[in-house]
């Protein structure tokens, strides 16, 4: 028998291959082993990847260029659980790289990230899927998603996992998202508050930091402050500031606290906690410019309290944030401006005045940083409010110079600060001479055309302060500021339309600027105004008095009444009635008309008054002295200046009316010795009447043929415009015209109706002798003036033979 031995093993199977090991070295390779059915080979690939990419971001660029970004997004939902992590790690190593970032964006990584946040997973996945999503959050995109797929709840769950690097990635995409106000209110709703509280508590500042920053946006929300206070969050924050070793958090916790005392509730806690005090100490000793200008906005935050403003008095405030004003660095100039700002009681004002404060805010206005410019400027209007020694102390001390200068500034919120500084400071007659004299009038011309609308409406209000006397407004009319601010009225805004209102209702005391905004349609746009509802405002009807009080030819045209105040001089004319709505067209427009067959347009011109025109005319006439020479030379030059222009269309001239110069004057000589005034009309009556034709019977007035003396006139002038001097022929219409006019030359009353049918009149008030008792008062009655039938003849008012002189029908069934 043969010896016994070992039993021999089972033969290997014929389809195992035995293990191999290989070394890889490009990283293709190790992309194409993601594909492998082996779950070791994907796990030390996943790790293999891992390793690489931890090296440097250009390894990250690669792997992207080589597809690895499809096989880890699968991996990620791969059943082995060691397969997972490695790929979890990978993909959220990858993700910190920005054009990984975007490449993410192709594939629908998000779902299955926030799946893999369930508690049932263990903490590497956690880690590495919040790091995905934390990066993932930084664009708007990705975050609408994570927020559509509900991964804010998971998030804030893992705010309390015990792995510090969990909590930080789930703190970092929280705060991403809550920059879009859906999940700030979402995080509330979710209970995010308490844990990230709790936060504030941890060992590690990055996450302190994160959690403050986070509170900073969350505290913008008014429900989310009052949970926050309940949270005992306020409370929290103080103990911060308090602690001298979180000096390193305190920039973000004053910043927090900055959102919380918008709420009168939070300001009593800090009143109650001696938070007060501690803010105060942080603005005077903070270690840094950082905390100091979070601490100066705390304070301007708190100013806004009234009930607040005699504790800050009391520990100095104001001149606290003077000293602030001095300071290098901006952003602490820019906070204190904004406490100033703030500071609305006038003991705050004066002793700001007091701390010698203006000069070193007008400082501010030079910097290069156009918030602090801003601030500054909304401080000097705030602290110039209704006080007027401020406002002069600012004057005085050169701010005029500055605050005109900055009108040119390209911001429009400090434009608007700075006309509204200047309208405070205008309302003193000296100040308003000086802003004017500095050129304020042009820079706020330029400032009308602005599509901002506070600046509209500071720049309106402005202009009406300032063009209070003719030279202002006569230097708007030169600077082209007439048409901008007329083509404010067509604003829908109600403030804007009511300044510009009250702007035009002053520019129009002066029948210049009157007549020019007329023509720019200022009428027209006031009386669709007045009949709005909407539109209309207390400024508006004021403004169409004005002009119509100063252009009397629109006036009448357009009410067909004038008043004894509104006295006609040179430079009237009547162009017939015209319906409300339609503008009445300049003189120069009717003079390039030709002539028509339309009723005649009666002008008054004595030609009294020189034009600036003829006096630079006349300036030009050679002296004695000049030598023959010279003269020859001057009227050769004009012969060629004439050349040049050729056929060019000669400024249009009114005819100067000799004839009614001369009435004006026998009015005055024989009229005026007349003693009675009842006297005086029937006079002057006559004067007209005799001027204009006579007495014409009533029964022949058919046969009275002024409309052909009139045509003839017209075609004699080649004009439409006739002076009514002219007129030798004339009927109600025009005898009513040219004894208003007279009437006014001579200093006497008397109103102006225009009625049907060339009908005019005019009425006058007589007085009765004085009565006999002392205390009763002298009797009047009105009277219309006969200068057709029987000229001098005074008709009572209501009477039927005034009824029938007026020809108003109504009247006349009245006494029929």
């Not at 009234?306 to 504790?311: T, W």
């Not at 539109?535 to 004021?542: H, K, M």
């Not at 001579?746 to 007085?767: F, P």
Request: glycine fraction near 4%; hydrophobic fraction near 40%.
């Amino acid at each position: 028998m043969g010896r016994k031995g070992k039993k021999e093993n089972e033969a290997p199977s014929k389809e195992a291959f035995d293990p191999l090991a290989v070394e890889v070295k490009m990283p293709i390779t190790v992309v194409l082993l993601l594909s492998s059915p082996e779950e070791d080979i994907l796990s030390k690939s996943c790790d293999a990847i891992y390793k690489y990419v931890e090296k440097a971001d250009e390894n990250k660029i690669t792997l992207l260029g080589l597809g690895v970004l499809e096989p880890l997004c699968q991996l990620i939902c791969h059943s082995n659980t060691q397969v997972r992590h490695s790929a979890f790690m990978a993909l959220g190593t990858m993700s910190t790289n920005g054009d990984v970032k975007e490449g993410l964006k192709k594939f629908n990584v998000i779902p299955p990230i926030i799946h893999k946040l369930i508690p049932e997973e263990d903490t590497v996945v956690h880690e590495f899927a919040t790091l995905c999503l934390s990066s993932l959050s930084a664009d708007f995109i990705c975050m609408q998603k994570i927020f559509e797929y509900d991964g804010l709840l998971p998030l804030i769950e893992l705010l309390s996992s015990p792995d510090p690097d969990v909590k930080k990635n789930s703190l970092q995409t929280i705060y991403n998202m809550v920059q879009d106000y859906p999940s700030r209110l979402a995080v509330h709703e979710l209970g995010g508050i308490r844990p990230i509280l709790e936060l504030l508590d941890s060992d590690f500042v990055a996450i302190q930091h994160l959690a403050l920053k986070t509170l900073q946006i969350l505290t913008t929300d008014k429900d989310t402050r009052e949970t926050f206070r309940e949270e005992e969050g306020f409370e929290k924050l103080m103990d911060i500031l308090s602690n001298p070793e979180f000096a390193d958090l305190h920039v973000e916790a004053l910043r927090t606290v900055v959102h919380c005392l918008c709420d009168s509730e939070s300001l009593r806690l800090l009143h109650k906690d001696g938070g007060l005090t501690k803010l105060m100490e942080f603005v005077v000793k903070a270690p840094s410019p950082e905390i100091q200008s979070s601490a100066a906005k705390c304070i301007a935050m708190i100013v806004k309290c009234v009930e607040s403003h005699l504790q800050l008095h009391e520990q100095n405030v104001e001149k606290i944030m003077v000293e602030l004003l001095s300071v290098v660095n901006d952003s602490v100039k820019t906070a204190a401006c904004q406490a100033l700002a703030a500071m609305s009681s006038q003991l705050a004002k004066d002793t700001f005045r007091e701390q010698k404060g203006f000069p070193v805010l007008l400082e501010c206005l030079r910097s290069e940083s156009y918030e602090l410019r801003e601030e500054a400027t909304q401080a000097i209007f705030n602290l110039t409010a209704d006080n007027w020694l401020n406002a002069d102390t600012l004057y005085k001390v050169g701010g005029i110079d500055i605050l005109v200068l900055k009108l040119r500034d390209p911001c429009p919120r400090l434009v608007a600060n700075v006309t509204a500084t200047l309208s405070n400071m205008a309302r003193q007659e000296e100040i308003r001479c000086n802003i004017v004299a500095h050129g304020a009038i042009p820079l706020l011309v330029n400032s009308l055309s602005s599509p901002n609308t506070q600046v509209q409406i500071n720049t309106t209000q402005c202009l009406a302060v300032l063009v209070s006397d003719v030279d202002s407004r006569a230097e708007l009319q030169r600077t082209g500021g007439l048409y901008p601010l007329v083509m404010l009225l067509q604003s829908h805004h109600n403030e804007v339309l009511k300044n510009t209102c009250w702007a035009v209702n002053v520019c129009a005391t002066d029948k210049p600027v009157a007549v020019e905004m007329c023509k720019y349609g200022a009428l027209e746009m006031l009386q669709e105004i007045n009949t709005s509802e909407i539109r209309q405002n207390r400024f508006s009807q004021l403004a169409m008095d004005n002009l119509l009080k100063s252009n009397l030819s629109v006036k009448y045209s357009l009410e067909s009444y004038l008043t004894p105040l509104d006295i006609i001089t040179d430079g009237f004319y009547d162009v017939g009635k015209t319906n409300m709505g339609q503008r009445v067209l300049t003189l120069e427009e009717l003079a390039k008309q030709p002539v028509n067959t339309h009723q005649a347009i009666i002008v008054i011109n004595t030609g009294e008054h020189v034009s600036e025109e003829k006096q630079n005319a006349e300036s030009e006439i050679p002296s004695k002295e000049e030598t023959k020479t010279s003269r020859r030379k001057r009227e050769e030059e004009k012969r060629k200046d004439d050349a040049q222009k050729g056929s060019a269309e000669k400024p249009w001239k009114l005819v100067q009316d000799v004839a009614v110069r001369n009435l004006v004057n026998e009015a005055r000589r024989s009229i005026l010795p007349l003693k009675d005034e009842r006297e005086q009309y029937a006079a002057l009556a006559r004067l007209v009447s005799d001027s204009m034709g006579g007495p014409v019977e009533k029964e022949k007035l058919h046969e009275f043929s002024w409309h052909h003396h009139l045509s003839e006139v017209k075609y004699g002038l080649q004009s439409n415009i006739v002076p009514i001097g002219m007129v030798k022929k004339g009927i109600y219409c025009h005898r009513a015209l040219l004894f208003k006019y007279l009437a006014d030359s001579i200093g006497l009353s008397c109103t102006l109706v225009r009625g049907e049918y060339h009908r005019a009149w005019n009425e006058v008030l007589l007085s009765e002798k004085a009565p006999q008792n002392k205390d009763q008062q002298p009797q009047c009655r009105h009277c219309i003036v006969d200068l057709m039938h029987q000229p001098g003849s005074l008709l009572n008012v209501n009477t039927p033979a005034a009824v029938k002189y007026q020809n108003r029908p109504q009247m006349q069934f009245l006494y029929r």
